[in-house]
């Protein structure tokens, strides 16, 4: 393909009426928010630990967390229990600086808690309680187009498709941003745990990586929903779908960004991790900040990379975010 159809980031975002200007949220999230339970002894199981720390959670909430760090203007579409954890949710989110405007309280479904292991390396174990909660009470009434047509960004993530009717929230907030050419972006965040099943997950997944601009997964998730381990034919299978852009986390490997016209492989920082459970979404909230800026796809992975890393070298996922101050001292850091 010749450099004159080469697509890049920049072009198609600021070819839209949102990446031109804005007079709401620069990013909107959708989904799951909990209360995260992290154990306060490393390594060792569940029924071995003796205490727990208090965080909020959720795929949605740590992306316009880390973004509200960086100076973004986010808000956040979620349901909370009516009672002490949800408070303590809405208002980690209004210290933040975070619109809430659209957050409910729901006074039927306590909210959820989402108990989980501690691990410097690989993965963490966790245990779901209250689910069905609150956010999988999302209705259609819940989503607001004017709120949504306002924003650049709709960040949403797989779980809210697990189950009604918060799945049918999720598709009328897609929906209404793809009418009003609102950026979708989507992580496949994949809980086998929250599915009636594996059929009913991919069926689902594929209709909703058709609404999705900008898509984010582990290669195992990719390989799961894409139909093929190999991952690049899996992140060639979702640009198929309509995405314009696929990002595969491997960890500590780096990541590789795929469009129609190339495909770039980014490093990872090398620095010594704590805990790396808020590793993935905070990569997803560094590299959404990228077309804000207008930056290229390189340069977007690499600070996406920048924020990871500098969020599994300290504890918990949305508290552990850092400011814009403290990802550009750690990239000049490298640059020496």
């Known amino acids: 393909m010749s450099s004159a159809h080469r697509w890049t980031i920049r072009q198609w975002f600021l070819s839209t009426p949102r990446g031109k200007r804005s007079n709401g949220m620069d990013v909107i999230g959708l989904g799951r928010f909990v209360v995260d339970m992290f154990a306060g002894e490393w390594d060792r199981p569940i029924r071995e630990v003796d205490s727990f720390l208090k965080y909020p959670g959720g795929a949605p909430a740590n992306v316009v967390v880390a973004l509200a760090r960086l ?167 979702i640009l198929e779908l309509g995405a314009k852009m696929v990002c595969v986390k491997f960890g500590e490997r780096g990541s590789r960004i795929f469009t129609q016209s190339e495909t770039i492989d980014i490093p990872a920082f090398q620095v010594e991790p704590f805990d790396c459970s808020g590793a993935g979404d905070s990569y997803n909230a560094g590299f959404l900040y990228g077309p804000l800026k207008g930056w290229n796809l390189r340069r977007c992975g690499e600070f996406a990379s920048a924020v990871s890393a500098i969020v599994v070298t300290r504890r918990g996922a949305s508290v552990a975010t850092p400011t814009l101050a403290e990802v550009e001292a750690f990239l000049n850091s490298y640059r020496r």
């Open 71 to 237: 100076g973004v203007r986010t808000g956040l579409i979620s349901r909370v229990g009516n009672d002490e954890f949800g408070i303590y949710l809405v208002d980690f989110l209004r210290k933040e600086g975070i619109d809430t405007t659209h957050v409910g309280f729901d006074s039927e479904r306590r909210t959820s808690l989402s108990f989980c292991g501690t691990a410097r390396f690989g993965d963490f174990p966790f245990f779901q309680y209250g689910e069905p909660g609150p956010n999988l009470r999302l209705r259609p009434a819940d989503i607001s187009e004017g709120y949504i047509k306002k924003a650049r960004i709709l960040f949403t993530s797989g779980t809210i498709f697990s189950a009604s009717p918060s799945r049918e929230a999720g598709l009328t907030a897609l929906s209404c941003a793809r009418k009003n050419q609102v950026i979708t972006a989507f992580d496949i965040n994949y809980r086998e745990g929250f599915w009636e099943s594996r059929d009913v997950a991919r069926v689902h997944y594929k209709l909703i990586l058709g609404l999705s601009d900008v898509v984010f997964g582990t290669n195992a998730e990719l390989g799961y929903v894409g139909g093929n381990e190999d991952v690049d034919r899996a992140a060639a299978g």
